[in-house]
């Protein structure tokens, strides 16, 4: 059974940072690739980084250099570095191997002073 349990979000200010860690199971996690998303209050839910197995990344064009995306397959986890957070980045943040149906319960992230 495919599961995924983020962690990490929290409340931070404007400018600060947080790490988001996703643990998965019940899938071979190094030949996945992973994903991350997110969805603000009132809004469609984003897509906003990939991981590609072998670490490659990539990103939507908000990011603008912010985030970094990054995976330990042993401890079959992800992770997502986020700086200089801007208040439009609060959003519920969830990770998933792409093309799954399954998603976890995701991780609040909110930005305000």
């Known amino acids: 059974q495919v599961h995924f349990v983020e962690s990490g979000g929290g409340l931070v200010q404007p400018g600060g940072s947080l790490r988001l860690s996703c643990a998965g199971s019940g899938f071979s996690f190094s030949d996945a690739i992973m994903t991350w998303h997110r969805q603000a209050p009132g809004k469609a839910r984003e897509w906003v980084a990939t991981?590609?197995?072998?670490?490659?990344?990539f990103y939507a064009d908000f990011v603008e250099g912010r985030f970094t995306g990054s995976r330990d397959n042993d401890q079959n986890t992800t992770f997502l570095q986020m700086n200089s957070l801007k208040p439009e980045d609060t959003a519920v943040y969830y990770c998933?191997?792409?093309?799954?149906?399954?998603w976890g319960q995701g991780t609040q992230v909110t930005v305000a002073s």
């Open positions: 991981v590609a197995p072998g670490g490659a990344t």
């Open positions: 998933q191997e792409f093309g799954s149906p399954t």
